[in-house]
């Protein structure tokens, strides 16, 4: 007889070990703390508006995303490959001309870099193609900003383009985050594309979900204990399970209960707008590269990815800022248009302001990034595992690969036994 299986917590790393459990055979339930599975993936609708809760894109390539999902279901809309970079002398457009060859041009002459580094450019991303995601993260370590240097990058190149790029993927400013997961996330941009499903990021935990049975899920229960094979909630219920799962992220409940836990977080600020007139007719990111005292990072037309963002005729867009700002909702919104404006002109005073979302751990901060685990990572004790991105590295591909591995662990035990 398979053992009862618990999972505390719905988002991306438990919908994966649940997935993988349940079609091998196990009964498992899911107790999460929201109303809706997703976890940190989650959009709203908002009069009309799809808002995710924070900008957030599936890139295609992801190994584990490509083994789960289905991504014709999910009606995906790509990113052009390339951005739009706002600078202080005005704004440019920079692309790979190998996949977007009416760009070739623009990126040709923008003020970015030297021509040697756009050639550098496209030497980096065939080399980390032939690289092995597993030989990415057994390089030695150090800065993500020590990596472009290496590399060879010029200082102009790196402000103009890679620092405002991946300071809104790492949600960090000074590219202090590891060059492993650089070289990762370069490797996936260059392997495949950028892309949103169509009716939003929450898509994606929803197709997970759905493939579950419906009982499998128990919402708006928030978990404060776990002994023994006894899961307590905060009403006072007790919950027996032979194998309990921790898929959450790295909470104060699971630093109580396993060793060694990286809890530092990153946040991120994003402010939603309406409009009539779009700022830009491309779907780009349009990464703020100004040297000037900022607050915007960068900035989506999300209605130019998927137009199901918004309704007929209203155009839709994200505003991200890293950190958690001091800002309250309209303030923030009028300082952020104050600080476009030079770019857009007096369109931004037509951008109505939607919704704020102040993410606080949108992404968790790890000083060591891997990408497979141990025994020892995953398992507590005889019958209390672990998974989530923050074993591995911040991402949706890691989130998932921590279920499937766990997963993984679990069905060899049971084997055994």
Known sequence: MKPSITIIGAGISGLSVGLHLHREGFSVKIIESSDRAGGRIKTDIVDGFRLDRGFQVLLTSYPEAKMLLDYEA????????GATVLYDGGQFEIADPFRRPSALLATVFAPVGSLKDKINTFVLKQKLIRKSIKG??????????????????SSKMIDRFFK??????????????????????????????????????????????????????????????????????S???????????????????????????????RSVTNVYFQTTIAPSNKAVVILNASEKEKVVNNLTVMTNVSSAYAPAGKVLISVSCNGILDFEGEELAEKIKEELEPWF????????????????????????????LTVTDMKINDN??????????????????????????????????
């Open 235 to 265: 009403t006072g219920a007790e919950i027996k399970s032979d194998i309990i799962i921790l898929a959450t992220e790295a909470n104060e409940l699971v630093s109580k209960l396993k060793s060694n836990v990286e809890t530092q977080y």
């Open 164 to 233: 405002p790029f991946f300071s809104g993927i790492f949600l960090e400013n000074k590219l202090e985050t590891p060059n492993r997961m650089f070289d990762f996330v370069m490797k996936m941009f260059s392997e495949g594309d950028a892309a949103l499903p169509a009716l939003g990021m929450e898509e994606i935990p929803k197709q997970l979900a759905s493939q579950l049975p419906a009982d499998t899920f128990l919402y708006n229960t928030k978990v404060v204990d776990i002994r023994e094979n006894s899961i307590f909630t």
């Open 345 to 372: 002109g007096k369109q931004v005073e037509d951008w109505s302001h939607l919704k704020t979302y102040k993410v606080k751990y949108a992404l968790p901060n790890l000083t060591v990034l891997k990408d497979d």
């Open 384 to 417: 209390l595992y672990c998974c989530g991105d923050h074993l591995l590295n911040g991402s949706i591909n890691a989130a998932m690969k921590s279920g499937r591995l766990l997963a993984d662990l679990i069905i060899l035990e049971c084997n055994k036994k």
């Open 136 to 153: 990415i993260f057994l390089q030695e370590q150090k800065s993500s900003l020590e990596q472009l240097k290496s590399y060879g990058f």
């Open 74 to 81: 999910l009606q995906l809309k790509t990113f052009l490959p």
